[in-house]
């Protein structure tokens, strides 16, 4: 009897429970080729991988929270997220002393966007409206924002903004290449969305909650291992 009572002591200590699942938040916002959803669940795409491959590094499994961009930063102040990836300091206004940055590990390249019939250039008339994605924040292009001479028209996903575009509900839009690439892939020649030119081109980091019971320094060692290794580059090239 003594030896099982041991034999289940031992089962039972920390070093051999199971450890809990890493939380990543998702944006609901995002679009392919970044996330994939089902049936609101993220299913796939550039970051669906990435967080499934760092939370393997360090032994864990991924538990990816599908959350309204606004919710986000809520939920990182009360310490029920692990990791947010694909974020740049210069989008967010809130502090984040519980978590620490990675390193950066891609680019995200704004582009303003318009149809091919469009042959004018945006803020040509004041008041001009410019789809954006709700809660996205455009540093370079708040000054114009604040002066009136364009405004918001917000979509609730990067995907709806260029379905808006397409539509005719406005001449031009913010989109990230990615998504207009992926975008325009289901597109006939005469009907793809085009570039007029780069907006901004931001690195993009994760943050890694500061906590003991988050492996902080193993995620932060293995962004960077991924990089060293050819990692990064070859998850965004199964979406090219």
Request: with cysteine; hydrophobic share 35%; proline share 4%.
């Given at each position: 009897m003594r030896l099982f009572a041991a034999i289940l002591l031992l089962l039972c200590h920390p070093t051999f429970a199971a450890e809990r699942a890493l939380r990543f938040s998702v944006t609901e916002s995002w679009a392919m080729p970044l996330m994939r959803y089902e049936q609101g669940q993220a299913a796939g795409g550039i970051l669906y991988d990435l967080h499934k491959r760092l939370a393997q590094k360090v032994g864990r499994r991924a538990e990816q929270l599908v959350l309204p961009r606004q919710r986000v930063q809520q939920i990182l102040e009360r310490g029920e997220i692990d990791v947010r990836c694909y974020v740049n300091p210069a989008w967010v206004k809130e502090s984040h002393y519980q978590y620490i940055w990675s390193l950066p590990f891609m680019v995200q390249r704004d582009l303003i966007v318009t149809r091919q019939s469009e042959n004018t250039l945006p803020?040509?008339?004041?008041?001009?409206?410019?789809?954006?994605?709700?809660?996205?924040?455009?540093?370079?292009?708040?000054?114009?924002?604040?002066?009136?001479?364009?405004?918001?028209?917000?979509?609730?996903?990067?995907?709806?903004?260029?379905?808006?575009?397409?539509?005719?509900?406005?001449?031009?839009?913010?989109?990230?290449?990615?998504t207009l690439?992926?975008?325009?892939?289901?597109?006939?020649?005469?009907?793809?969305?085009?570039?007029?030119?780069?907006?901004?081109?931001?690195?993009?980091?994760?943050?890694?909650?500061?906590?003991?019971?988050?492996?902080?320094?193993?995620?932060?060692?293995?962004?960077?291992?991924?990089?060293?290794?050819?990692?990064?580059?070859?998850?965004?090239?199964?979406?090219?």
């Open positions: 803020g040509s008339h004041s008041g001009e409206r410019i789809g954006t994605v709700l809660g996205f924040i455009y540093p370079t292009l708040e000054p114009q924002i604040a002066s009136g001479l364009v405004q918001r028209d917000d979509a609730r996903t990067q995907e709806q903004v260029l379905e808006k575009l397409e539509a005719g509900r406005y001449r031009f839009a913010v989109s990230n290449q990615l690439d992926w975008f325009n892939r289901r597109q006939q020649q005469e009907q793809r969305l085009r570039p007029l030119g780069e907006l901004a081109a931001d690195l993009v980091s994760c943050l890694v909650r500061d906590e003991p019971d988050v492996p902080t320094q193993k995620l932060l060692r293995a962004m960077v291992q991924m990089r060293q290794d050819g990692e990064f580059d070859a998850i965004l090239a199964r979406y090219r």
